[in-house]
């Protein structure tokens, strides 16, 4: 069973810079964030594949954030910088538990909002 806990949301300003962490428990195949704005569907933000250390990213979001991971404490950040009003959502941590899986479990969200 894999669960998923996210901290860090917040409001800021556009320009600004944010770190949001997943703690991950559980074997996973890959973590990552997606994006929820409202009124749009959840959109992919970024992510990390365990087998061989490969990061992903929405083209977005390439050059202003950041995913790294911290084996010793079992979290995955999402470091944001230059943020967007656009970037305002609610971001959700993310796993899938095998490679024949789709993203299959979801944390509770975490609210972003950038004032202009």
């Known amino acids: 069973q894999v669960q998923l806990v996210e901290s860090g949301g917040g409001l800021v300003q556009a320009g600004d810079s944010l770190r949001l962490a997943c703690t991950v428990s559980?074997?996973?195949?890959?973590i990552g964030w997606f994006r929820q704005a409202p009124g749009r569907d959840r959109d992919f933000v970024g992510a990390f594949r365990w087998n061989d250390n490969t990061f992903y990213y929405a083209d977005s979001v390439k050059g202003r954030f950041t995913i790294s991971i911290d084996n010793a404490k079992n979290t995955m950040y999402l470091q944001m910088d230059s943020l967007k009003p656009e970037d305002t959502a609610v971001y959700y941590c993310?796993?899938?538990?095998?490679?024949?899986?789709?993203?299959?479990?979801w944390g509770q969200g975490t609210q972003v909002t950038v004032s202009s």
């Open positions: 993310t796993a899938r538990s095998s490679v024949a899986s789709e993203y299959n479990y």
């Open positions: 559980g074997r996973t195949f890959m």
